[in-house]
C-alpha cells in the first residue's frame, strides 16, 4: 500500500507517533529522570504541577531540558516507512503528547517533518484530543497514521490507513480487534531476558563478601551457612535495586558509551516505568528477608542503600570522593556479613579490606579512563578525572594494593593469628599470591587490557582464578 506512487496516495500525508513508535522510549520519563539525576530536589517540585494537569506538568519538565536526542534508541522500520514515505514524494507530520518543544529537537535532528502536533502546555496532544486536531489539520480518512497504543485507537479510526508499530503482543490483538483492517509493522517479542539482565545477576558474585566474617572467624557450622545464604540472597535483590535506579539515572551517560549503551533500560528494551516496578519488587523481597536477620543487618542495608543513592546523585562525579565512596560499597558487603552473623570485625580485617577495596575502586576509574583519546583535555562523562590525570591514578592504584598486603602481612606477626591458625607462618603465601596478582592487574589495567569490573575480571579470568584457589589452599593448610 505505502509503495503506490499515485498523485491520491502521494497526498496522503502520513503522521508519526514518537514515544513507543517513533523512538523506543517515552520522552517525558526520559526527561523527568534526567532531571532527577541532576537537580533532584528540583524534580520533586516539578512533581507539584500535575495538580493542573499532564500538559502543565510536560511543560515544567521540559523547562529544565530535554533528552540527548542524539543518542535515544529509534525503531529502524519506522524510520524506513518514514523514508520510503518522503521518497513518494508524501508529507511527513510528527504528531505526539510528548512536550512540544522535545518534538522540535526531534524534528530538527532528523529533518524530515513537515510540521509538529504536539502538547503545549495546556491541552495534552493524545487520543481524543489528537484525533480532533488531525481532523482539523487534514479531514477524516485524510491521513495515514504510524502509532502504538491503545490511545491511539480513534486516531486510527479516523485515519485512511492504521499502521502499527512498537505495540506489544497483547496490544497488537486489542487492536486487530478494534481495527482488522490495521497494518502491523513490527511487533516487539517480549523475553523476560532484559528484565532479569537490568538486575545485573553477574554482580551478585561480589556479595560472597558477605561470608567473609564467618571465615575470617573460622565459624562453620549449618546455622551460620543458612544465614549467610539468606544475607546473601537479601543483599543481592537490595543492589539489584539500586543498580536499577543507577541506569535509570545513568541513561543519557551509558548511551554514549562503547558497553553501557546496550544496558536494557539503556537500549530501550526495559521501559523506564517497567524498571520502576522491577524496583519495587525487588526492594520489597531485600527488606522482607532482611527481616528474617538480626536487625542489625536491615541496618546495614539501609545504609548501603543511602550511601549507594547519594554516590549515584552526586557522588561519583566527585574527584577521589567518587572512588573512597565506591570502596565502601564494597566493603559495606562485609559489614553486612558481620551483622548477620553477629561476627565482630577485627580492625585487621577492616583495613585490609578499606585498601584492597580502593585499590580495586581506583582500577574500576582507570580503565574508564583508559578509553579517552590521547590528547583528550575533556572530563570523563558524570566524572570528575581527565585523561591527564591517569598517571597519578595509576600510581595510586598500586599503592592501594600494596598497602592491603602490608596489613596483612602485620596481622601474620600479630599475637592475634595464633588463636586461629596453627601454622601462621604459612600465611605468608597469601601475601605472595595477592602481590603477583595485584601487580598483574594493575599492568593489564595500564595496557587497557581492563575491559570489565575488576572483581568480574576476577571470576571470569583463568589465571585469577587459579591464584584464588591457591589462596584457599593456603588458608585450609596453615588452619
Not at 88 to 111: C, H, M, N, P, Q
Not at 255 to 272: D, E, N, S
Not at 312 to 326: E, F, H, Q, S
Request: hydrophobic share 50%.
Amino acid at each position: 500500500m505505502l509503495d503506490q506512487r499515485s498523485t491520491a496516495v502521494t497526498d496522503i500525508p502520513l503522521v508519526v507517533d514518537l514515544d513507543g513508535t517513533l523512538i523506543k522510549v517515552d520522552s517525558l520519563h526520559e526527561a523527568y529522570v534526567q532531571l532527577a539525576s541532576t537537580k533532584p530536589e528540583l524534580a520533586l517540585r516539578v512533581l507539584f504541577t500535575l495538580w493542573h494537569g499532564r500538559a502543565a506538568f510536560k511543560a515544567a519538565v521540559a523547562d529544565h531540558g530535554a533528552p540527548d536526542v542524539e543518542s535515544i534508541p529509534v525503531n529502524e522500520s519506522v524510520l524506513e516507512v518514514i523514508k520510503q514515505a518522503k521518497s513518494d514524494g508524501r508529507r511527513v507530520y510528527l504528531a505526539t503528547a510528548a512536550d512540544r518543544r522535545f518534538a522540535e529537537a526531534i524534528s530538527s535532528f532528523y529533518g524530515f517533518f513537515d510540521g509538529i502536533f504536539a502538547t503545549d502546555g495546556e491541552i495534552n496532544l493524545k487520543g481524543k484530543a489528537k484525533e480532533v486536531r488531525l481532523l482539523n489539520a487534514f479531514g477524516a480518512h485524510g491521513f495515514d497514521y504510524i502509532g502504538n497504543d491503545l490511545s491511539d485507537i480513534p486516531v486510527w479510526q479516523s485515519a485512511r490507513t492504521a499502521l502499527v508499530c512498537g505495540a506489544p503482543p497483547r496490544v497488537v490483538r486489542i487492536i486487530h480487534k478494534e481495527l482488522p483492517a490495521a497494518v502491523v509493522l513490527d511487533v516487539p517479542a517480549f523475553s523476560l531476558r532484559p528484565y532479569f539482565l537490568s538486575l545485573r545477576p553477574h554482580q551478585w558474585i561480589k556479595n560472597v563478601l558477605i561470608a567473609l566474617p564467618a571465615i575470617a572467624a573460622h565459624d562453620f557450622n549449618i546455622s551460620i551457612l543458612v544465614t549467610v545464604l539468606i544475607a546473601f540472597v537479601s543483599f543481592s535483590l537490595g543492589a539489584s535495586g539500586v543498580y536499577l535506579v543507577n541506569d535509570m539515572l545513568d541513561v543519557p551517560h551509558d548511551r554514549t558509551h562503547a558497553r553501557k549503551r546496550h544496558r536494557p533500560i539503556a537500549a530501550g528494551t526495559v521501559p523506564l516505568s517497567h524498571a520502576v516496578i522491577l524496583l519495587g519488587l525487588v526492594a520489597s523481597l531485600s527488606i522482607a528477608l532482611a527481616f528474617m536477620l538480626p536487625w542489625g543487618f536491615l541496618a546495614v542495608l539501609i545504609a548501603y542503600f543511602g550511601l549507594s543513592m547519594c554516590y549515584t546523585l552526586y557522588l561519583k562525579r566527585k574527584l577521589m570522593i567518587d572512588v573512597v565512596a565506591l570502596a565502601a560499597l564494597y566493603g559495606i558487603r562485609v559489614l553486612a556479613g558481620g551483622a548477620a552473623t553477629t561476627t565482630i570485625l577485627s580492625h585487621w580485617l577492616v583495613g585490609f579490606g578499606f585498601f584492597i577495596f580502593l585499590n580495586l575502586a581506583l582500577v574500576k576509574r582507570v580503565t574508564e579512563m583508559m578509553t579517552l583519546p590521547q590528547d583528550s583535555v575533556e572530563k570523563i562523562k558524570g566524572r570528575g578525572y581527565r585523561r591527564a590525570d591517569l598517571q597519578t591514578m595509576t600510581g595510586l592504584t598500586a599503592a592501594a594494593g600494596f598497602v592491603s598486603v602490608l596489613v596483612l602481612a602485620l596481622y601474620i606477626n600479630s599475637p592475634e593469628v595464633g588463636a586461629l591458625y596453627r601454622h601462621p607462618e604459612l600465611l605468608w603465601g597469601i601475601c605472595v599470591i595477592l602481590v603477583y596478582w595485584l601487580g598483574r592487574v594493575c599492568l593489564l589495567t595500564g595496557r587497557g587490557e581492563m575491559e570489565q569490573d575488576p572483581i568480574l575480571f576476577a571470576v571470569t579470568d583463568r589465571i585469577s582464578l587459579l591464584a584464588g584457589l591457591l589462596v584457599i589452599a593456603v588458608f585450609l593448610v596453615a588452619l
